[in-house]
DNA sequence: GTCTATAACGGGATAGAC
DNA sequence: GTCTATCCCGTTATAGAC
């Protein structure tokens, strides 16, 4: 059991994200950390001075160094066949560890909210679209339908992510499993890069 | 201002309404809303007992009454083309009233919340899924593409609600205003029915 | 119905011993 | 680094005057 030799401030880092992740900032207490992380409020705070600053660095970990490089995948150097595959692929078995992760993001940015906005502007400041100049050439040369790229992407990232959002709801309605839940986004790797490219090829 | 002559009752579900949309249950306070509606926190308590007997008048009014009836077009009398167009329309200037309702609803789902789920479970005893049926009516008649029912109910939910639940995101990574923002999804009332049935036209 | 005042509680943060 | 005890504040909820 590897997780019991964690250093005490790993072990409440895990407990943090753990928390965060299901309740959000608002309604998760240090208390349900510390104890999640089995040690004390003092310790926590020891650590990471307050409750708003482990979770900017929890907030940042996850978005900046788990969500990003893979949404970074649309940048890669690849034939669109191939790529949106691959991305699908890719954030499926993201998201499948992590299925808390975009509720948590999204949901600490409502109303303008300051703090994770100026976050988010300061990562993508490099974004360079790749995947926009790709779209539009294999356009011009005929290969594919003429299309507004940000519709395009905005499906994309919606048919990808949105599952796991209303996860608890499918779960609930469908009555499934998690197994079966698993299964199902299993199977929009497939079926989501056959509706894009299907309607990309329908050059109208 | 017919907005002033609301009973204390009607500026306190108001209020409420909006500070719960915008903070979650969590992180929005009596206080908030009581300063929001003009009133003190004596008159909220009076009007509704507790925070969270008001939380879930204002989660049941918002999902049942008003999100619930527009997912239901879904189930209405329609030709298939008609009935996405309409679908998307409807639910896309629902969501310009409402922006944060998506978030809202969802976001007060994770981790297997009890009280909500109860809440769900009751209201969609009724459902029929008429839309079901009908995709795989017009499949038999060979009319349309023989599909997996969930993946392209999913892809639809998901490509019209997941907008307005990255709304913030959206916004600040495209620099919108949120008039442009608005006229962003308003081209989607077109560009989603466009992919989804083009999709399910192209009989593979 | 409406307000002021306050009780009762819970949460974040810290001091200080070890 | 770790723990106990405690402070202090914000929050919910209510009692009681008007």
Redesign the pocket.
């Known amino acids: 059991m590897a997780k019991l030799d964690l250093s005490?401030?790993e072990k409440i880092k895990d407990a943090a994200k753990k928390i965060f992740l299901e309740k959000g900032f608002g309604s998760?207490?240090?208390?349900d950390i510390a104890e999640c992380a089995e040690?004390?409020?003092?310790?926590v705070?020891?650590y990471f001075?307050?409750?708003?600053k482990l979770f900017h660095e929890i907030f940042r970990e996850s978005f900046a160094e788990t969500f990003m490089p893979v949404a970074r995948i649309l940048n890669d150097n690849l034939p669109l066949e191939a790529k949106i595959y691959k991305f699908v692929d890719h954030m499926t078995e993201l998201l499948k560890r992590d299925p808390l992760l975009p509720m948590f993001v999204l949901s600490e940015m409502r109303g303008e909210n300051s703090k994770m906005c100026e976050l988010l502007t300061e990562m993508q400041a490099e974004e360079q679209n790749q995947f926009q100049q790709q779209l539009e050439e294999e356009a011009a040369k005929g290969n594919i339908r003429k299309t507004d790229f940000n519709q395009v992407e905005a499906s994309l990232m919606a048919m990808v992510i949105f599952p796991f959002i209303s996860m608890n709801m499918i779960k609930m309605k469908k009555n499934l499993t998690t197994e079966e839940f698993y299964r199902f986004v299993d199977e929009r790797k497939k079926a989501i890069p056959e509706m894009i490219l299907t309607f990309l090829r329908d050059r109208a």
Chains 1, 2 share one sequence.
Not at 28 to 31: D, G, L, Y
Not at 39 to 43: D, E, P
Not at 49 to 52: A, F, L, W, Y
Request: no cysteine; glycine share 0%.
């Open positions: 005490t401030e998760a207490t240090t208390r040690t004390n409020i003092a310790l705070n020891y001075r307050s409750k708003e």
